[in-house]
């Protein structure tokens, strides 16, 4: 089984819903963040968390919100969703003191 | 302000040796990554630098010098399945952040 897991896996929706995609691990990490990647533009940062009581906003958190639901859960939804937010959106996990991060399967995501 | 240069694409073929070269300006500097990343999948770690100098793990190595802001991956050996993207990675000085070069697309040909 994957240790890091996201759904949905594909996901298209039209301008001004609200969506959220999911990310769990069973790796026990406490460390998780969430990334977009787009062409010619690598991976940037949405929201990181270090435990379930700490949010922090990353280089691009405009337009996204987040929820660390217990240790192993941390949610990121688009409240309006855009058209320029059509991307992939990759969750990563860490551990304090460990230095790579371990990264989900990756959500593909249209907005029309 | 942030930025992390490498080339977008390079091309080499199979059974030689390629150099993936990065560059990075950072406010802080806590380690630098290699990140390998196949079309479609999520990236996955090759390597750590965070001291000057060459580390190596089998036919992977990579390079740091912190006072020129320089890295290099190396790869040796080439077998087709290397054709996929190189993403370097500076983490940051508190160790919270890390970013993120937008990767090189490396095609190794027969």
């Known amino acids: 089984d994957a240790d890091v897991t996201q759904t949905p896996r594909n996901r298209i929706t039209k301008t001004g819903k609200r969506i959220m995609l999911e990310c769990s691990q069973t790796?026990?990490?406490?460390?998780m963040y969430w990334y977009r990647q787009d062409p010619g533009l690598g991976l940037r940062l949405i929201y990181y968390?270090?435990?379930?009581?700490?949010?922090n906003k990353g280089e691009i958190s405009d337009g996204y919100s987040v929820s660390r639901q217990a240790q192993a859960k941390f949610s990121l939804s688009l409240e309006s969703a855009i058209p320029n937010q059509t991307a992939l959106y990759f969750c990563a996990t860490g551990l304090a003191g460990e230095e790579t991060q371990y990264f989900g399967p990756g959500t593909r995501l249209l907005v029309l | 302000g942030q930025n992390i240069d490498q080339p977008t694409e390079m091309t080499a073929t199979e059974g030689a040796i390629v150099q993936i070269n990065c560059t990075y300006q950072?406010?802080?500097?806590?380690?630098l990554f290699w990140y390998q990343q196949h079309a479609g999948e999520a990236p996955t770690f090759l390597s750590y630098n965070v001291l000057d100098g060459l580390e190596e793990k089998g036919r992977f190595s990579s390079f740091l010098s912190r006072s020129k802001g320089y890295s290099y991956l190396l790869l040796k050996e080439l077998q087709m399945k290397d054709s996929a993207s190189y993403l370097c990675?500076?983490?940051?000085?508190?160790?919270?952040?890390?970013?993120f070069g937008a990767g090189t697309r490396l095609f190794v040909k027969a």
């Open positions: 968390s270090f435990d379930v009581k700490d949010i």
């Open positions: 990675a500076v983490r940051d000085t508190g160790g919270f952040k890390t970013i």
């Open positions: 950072t406010s802080g500097f806590n380690g």
């Open positions: 790796k026990g990490h406490d460390r």
